[in-house]
């Protein structure tokens, strides 16, 4: 799994000013050009597309070409948007790129909700300098994206990946209301290898998925093209879009505060990703399990929203081999290999988010100690307020609410504690659930559910000595955070109390 640690002071995005990271930037929009200055004159690799209809062709009559755009929610390095304008230069017609935006989506907060439309301000902006045709709608796509096929002769529709059961849903239901004959191709730009192709089942743990990954590293890990200015316009401009007037309109809750460490959109993850390299990166691979260093990359929001390439910032990192070669390689198989599990436990498991889920060994040793008795039990309410007798569990969840991360090894020990001060692995996994989902910045994502599975039933991982409440389920506790870095430094960040409870 990729972990983060937010920093402490609020991120300024650069304005240019600052003549290294904007040199970084030109450097990688020269890679871009050196690439091929048109898709057109780019060889796309077939592999990371799927068609979803039977249709192949686009249809002569077409006068457009559609991206619905989902999970990547960028312009630059988006091999889904790089697709959508081949199909459109080589038909000679209009670039149409819409988001479907619901009032309410599987627990997002505000917090999520104004991070992420910041982003598509940006990417609309850049598509009207592209002469890309922008248009933000209003409800289900499975519905609007029809009546934009109708309404500008769409011949194509270019829709993104990704293995979530409620993303599948939308392109479930796109399929049956789209015109025959109009074909929709699926992307996967959001993993270097696609998920279909990396595997075409579930695999048991890293182990088993390694090789078969980083064996077509090669053919997948290329550089981008750019995206050039679409040389056809549409007749009809999209709707002028009134963004107060659309936040105003979310049902969401808004108790959520935004954080304040991390600004959305592509060159704020770009700036973050340029700090990483020249600042943090060397100390990745002796330090990121210690909550108390600043070791890690910061990038999950960027990721998880699509405001920035996964490719792109590997294709980065790994220039920096010759200085930091052990770091590097670490990256890579947490960003790479780490990840790209994540969506093929999710792709190929459809019970990723609960106990069934889980393997055989773990349901049955999670079952057999499913009365045990618990020293604490804590509600939902007394976790989600900090309210536990620990002090570091406190300070994590802490950290949580406030700045929408919590260090990755912090949040395997946040997961078992609530495991074993719950009364079922079945609470604990909602619980657990919940909770990221409504505070962390990359909630609702792959990453999210599977380390919530890892933690609490044991996927991806082997069982362990047996030991009441957990099982086989691997273990952690207080003495052993003590032994792997400054408990008291973490809990003094972030002033996590100790609540006394009695024991059950």
């Known amino acids: 799994m990729l972990t983060t640690q937010p920093p402490q002071k609020k991120q300024k995005v650069d304005d240019g000013s600052n003549s290294l990271f904007h040199t970084f930037l030109q450097n990688v929009e020269n890679d871009r050009i050196k690439a091929a200055t048109s898709v057109s004159e780019f060889k796309l690799n077939k592999k990371r597309i799927k068609n979803l209809t039977s249709t192949n062709d686009v249809p002569k009559w077409t006068e457009s070409i559609l991206y619905w755009m989902t999970r990547e929610q960028r312009v630059n390095d988006n ?102 004959g109009v074909p929709i191709f699926q992307v996967d730009a959001h993993n270097i290898v696609p998920c279909w192709v990396a595997s075409d089942k579930l695999e048991y743990g890293a182990r088993t998925i390694r090789n078969k990954i980083n064996s077509k590293l090669d053919e997948f890990l290329t550089h981008f093209p750019s995206v050039m200015k679409h040389p056809f316009t549409s007749k009809q401009k999209p709707e002028k879009t009134d963004w107060m007037e659309i936040e105003s309109s979310l049902e969401v809750d808004r108790t959520v505060p935004e954080v304040s460490w991390a600004e959305p959109g592509y060159k704020a993850g770009m700036k973050m990703l340029f700090e990483f390299c020249e600042k943090r990166l060397k100390l990745f691979n002796s330090k990121r399990n210690d909550p108390t260093a600043n070791a890690l990359s910061n990038l999950s929001p960027w990721f998880h929203f699509g405001h920035i390439s996964i490719q792109r910032c590997i294709l980065v990192v790994k220039s920096y081999k010759g200085k930091h070669k052990e770091s590097v390689d670490s990256f ?27 393997y055989d060994w773990a349901k049955k040793t999670l079952n057999d100690h499913k009365k045990d008795k618990r020293q604490y039990i804590y509600t939902k309410e007394e976790l989600e307020k900090s309210k536990t007798h620990d002090d570091l569990w406190n300070s994590a969840q802490i950290q949580l609410f406030k700045e929408g991360k919590m260090h990755g090894f912090l949040r395997m020990y946040w997961a078992k504690k609530i495991l074993e001060w719950t ?44 030991r009441e409440v957990f099982g086989k389920i691997r273990y952690m506790n207080y003495e052993g955070c003590k032994r792997k870095f400054d408990v008291a430094a973490f809990v003094a960040r972030y002033g996590g109390k100790v609540h006394h409870k009695k024991s059950k």
Request: proline letters at 5%; one cysteine or more; hydrophobic letters at 40%.
């Open 332 to 358: 890579c198989e947490e960003a790479i290999v780490r990840r790209e599990l994540a969506d093929n436990f999710c792709f190929y498991n459809k019970n990723y988010d609960n106990i069934d889920g889980a």
């Open 423 to 466: 009364p079922s692995p079945e609470i604990a996994l909602e619980t657990a659930i919940y909770l990221n989902d409504k505070y962390s910045m990359d909630g609702r994502d792959p990453n999210g559910f599977v380390g919530c599975m890892w933690s609490i039933c044991g996927i991806h991982d082997q069982g362990w000595r047996e």
């Open 79 to 180: 091999w889904s948007l790089l697709y959508a304008q081949s199909l459109a230069l080589k038909n000679k017609v209009p670039l149409h790129v819409c988001f479907c935006l619901q009032k309410k989506f599987m627990g997002a907060t505000i917090r999520h909700y104004k991070f992420m439309l910041k982003g598509l301000q940006e990417v609309a902006e850049m598509c009207e300098t592209l002469n890309i045709s922008f248009h933000l709608l209003s409800g289900e796509g499975k519905d609007l994206v029809p009546q934009l096929v109708e309404k500008f002769k769409i011949g194509a529709v270019v829709v993104d990946f990704s293995p979530l059961r409620v993303p599948l849903m939308w392109i479930e239901g796109l399929k049956k209301n789209v015109p025959n």
